[in-house]
């Protein structure tokens, strides 16, 4: 039987009783392992350990967390940009770019589509509710399990293929969007006022995927929120099985 695929989980640092720790958010390893993955979590790194990451694992998941610093798509900071971690950004930058030069598989989430983008070569909306005129609140008070607005999923997109339907009811945690969108990626869903709630890769030879919200969060309670880790960790399986 072929191993199960391995899916590094992108980590962020905090302060613990004056203790700098490592860690993600628990509900992404959680979906991972239901949807048949091992997941590994990738704290904040170098240049070649990214790399070495990247020839180690079958998946990369850019999980949520901080703003992306405004420096790594080379514009000053708003008055709203929220707490950054510009090492974190340099870290999954070198994993994108090395999991683009292996083709790997890409999921990417929240914080992890802004940071995407801005591998990319992609900017962003730095805060949405003060520069977005006539937007909807995209960030809920109810609980983060709950879905708090729509969004629209194109019609054939794989995204759409995934969740089965063209409107999705989806939470929303984000103050900051993709402003220009990276060159080999398409918007593929939008919140009612616009905003971008959802990028795929355009190259046919490398899967990505990027969401706006937390699938993780809703995964236990609607089934096309862990469908999006499940289709993520098979295509992980594919790729380990044309490698070998
Ligand atoms: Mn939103």
């Known amino acids: 039987m072929a191993r199960k695929p391995i899916i590094g989980i992108t980590g962020s640092q905090k302060d613990v009783n004056g203790i700098d720790h490592s860690f993600v958010h628990s509900k992404y390893p959680e979906a991972v392992l239901r949807a048949g993955g091992i997941p590994i979590i990738l704290p904040i790194g170098t240049d070649e350990a990214a790399e070495a990451w990247v020839n180690m694992i079958d998946g990369l998941l850019l999980s949520g967390g901080e703003d992306v610093d405004p420096q790594s798509y080379g514009a000053n900071p708003h008055p709203e940009l ?7 950004d340099e870290t999954e930058i070198a994993l994108v770019k090395a999991a683009e030069k292996e083709r790997l598989p890409i999921f990417a989430i929240c914080r992890g589509i802004a940071s995407l983008n801005t591998a990319l070569g992609g900017t962003l909306t730095q805060d949405i509710h003060s520069q977005l005129d006539d937007g909807i609140k995209h ?29 999705v009811s989806i939470n929303s945690m984000h103050h900051q969007a993709i402003a220009h969108v990276a060159d080999n990626l398409k918007v593929v869903a939008r919140a009612p006022d616009g905003v971008i709630e959802a990028v795929e890769g355009t190259e046919a030879d490398w899967s990505v995927l990027a ?13 096309n929120m862990q469908r999006l880790f499940d289709v993520f960790v098979e295509e992980c399986t594919e790729e380990e099985a044309v490698q070998s």
Do not use: F
């Open 82 to 88: 929220g707490k950054t971690i510009l090492e974190r």
């Open 211 to 223: 969401v706006q919200w937390h699938p993780e969060e809703m995964a236990v309670k609607y089934e």
């Open 139 to 167: 960030h809920q008070d109810g609980s983060r399990i709950n879905a708090s607005h729509d969004c629209e999923v194109e019609e054939g997109s794989r995204l759409h293929r995934i969740l089965g339907d063209t409107r």
